[in-house]
């Protein structure tokens, strides 16, 4: 699995977001849409990003009945995104429909992972809110093997969890991992960290990176810095 470094770009409005990408000229990172700017832009966003020539994860986070699932990855996949997500709480039989809808004629496919729980929800939460009384370290695993059998490419996940995903579901099962700081930069609202250099040697697959490349004073080193870390 290639390693790659995946820049959030967490911006409201595609003005924003291609002034951010200007700056790169030559170099053409994986890019991360999520809801705002998905939401605020619509469609277009992602085809004009991809014909920029950028790789896209469309993280928009699916969670409804199977049958409603399916139809709407089989729209996503004709945007011709390379990765995107649902969450694992939706059953392994709506995830089995979401990879049925996103295969295209010819066979091929975007990568497609899965969120476990989500990293804002803490044992007290899943346990008064959910109902769900086993330990959320379990749960996440559990989740994660259910994206496995669902025939899923893999996992968001902290990357203080990616060797233990690993070890579960086997290396080639994908982690996708945010929370990732420099050494030296601010952590934010982010709680558990680790810089690119140590999701490396815990074995994430892909870092997602938002805000020390986006509010950095040279986004364009400061991702060659998470490239220089994590992948080289
Ligand atoms: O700016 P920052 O590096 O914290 O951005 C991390 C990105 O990863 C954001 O787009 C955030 O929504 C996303 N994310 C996260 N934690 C999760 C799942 C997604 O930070 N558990």
Known sequence: MGKDVIVAC?????EQVFDFLDKFEGRKPFVKIGMELFYAEG???VREIKRRGHKIFLDLKLHD???TVKKSMAVLSRLDVDMTNLHAGGTVRMM????EGLTRPDGTRPILIAVTQLTSTDQE????????????????MHYAANAKRAGLDGVVCSPLE?????DRCGDSFITVTPGVRFADGDIGDQK???????AKKIGSDYIVVGRPITAAADP??????????FVD
């Open 96 to 99: 089995e429909g979401a990879l």
């Open 192 to 198: 558990r960290v680790m810089t690119p250099a140590e």
């Open 125 to 140: 939460a899943m346990e008064n809110d959910l109902l769900i009384k086993e330990p959320i370290a379990d749960v996440v």
């Open 65 to 67: 009945i199977p049958n």
């Open 10 to 14: 967490d911006f409201a409005s595609a």
């Open 162 to 166: 990616a060797g233990k995903v690993h």
């Open 220 to 229: 364009v080193a400061a991702y060659e810095r998470c490239v220089a870390e």
């Open 43 to 45: 469609p277009s966003i």
